[in-house]
C-alpha cells in the first residue's frame, strides 16, 4: 500500500513509517510532498495519508501520529507503547514527559542537517529506532 506525509520528516514523520513498515504494512511505499499536496495526492495515487492537517491518521487531542497508529491498528506491545511514550514527547514539545525525548528530538535535528533527502534519512533512521525499540523491550522487561 501507499502511504503519504507532508515532506523534510522529523520524530513522528520517521517514526510512523517505521512503525508502518515493521508492524502495518512490511510492503509499504511512502511518498513525501509539500505540506499543501498532501491530500490531493494522496487521492490521486490511493495512498493513505499520514500526519498531515485534514488526514484521519494525525494528532488528536494529546496523542501524536505515531499513537493514532498504534490505538487505530489495535499494537499492543509493551516495547512499542514504551516507545510511543518517548516519540510523543518528542514530538508534541513535551521533553520533560519522557527522559529519552529530548536525545531523540536531538537525533532527529541532526539527521535532518545532514541527510535532507527524506529517503536516505528514513533509512538511517530506521536503524535509530530499531535499536530505540530494542531498548524498549529490556526496559518493559525490567531488565535496563
Not at 490531493?40 to 491518521?57: C, H, N, R, S, Y
Not at 533509512?123 to 535496563?144: H, I, P, T
Request: glycine letters at 4%; proline letters at 3%.
Amino acid at each position: 500500500m501507499k502511504w503519504i506525509t507532508r515532506s523534510h520528516v522529523h520524530v513522528d514523520r520517521v517514526a510512523c513509517p517505521w512503525l508502518i513498515s515493521r508492524f502495518i504494512d512490511s510492503d509499504a511505499e511512502f511518498l513525501f510532498v509539500p505540506k499543501s499536496q498532501v491530500l490531493a495526492v494522496a487521492e490521486k495515487e490511493d495512498a493513505i495519508p499520514f500526519d498531515t492537517p485534514g488526514a484521519e491518521l494525525h494528532h488528536r487531542d494529546n496523542l501524536c501520529t505515531f499513537d493514532v497508529l498504534i490505538a487505530d491498528y489495535g499494537l499492543v506491545d509493551k516495547a512499542l507503547l514504551r516507545l510511543a511514550k518517548i516519540v510523543n514527547a518528542a514530538d508534541t514539545d513535551n521533553l520533560k514527559n519522557d527522559a529519552l525525548a529530548a536525545g531523540l528530538e536531538a537525533i532527529a535535528v541532526g539527521f535532518s542537517i545532514r541527510f535532507p533527502d527524506d529517503f536516505e534519512n528514513l533509512e538511517l533512521q530506521f536503524e535509530v529506532y530499531d535499536a530505540l525499540y530494542a531498548w524498549c523491550r529490556l526496559d518493559v522487561a525490567g531488565k535496563s
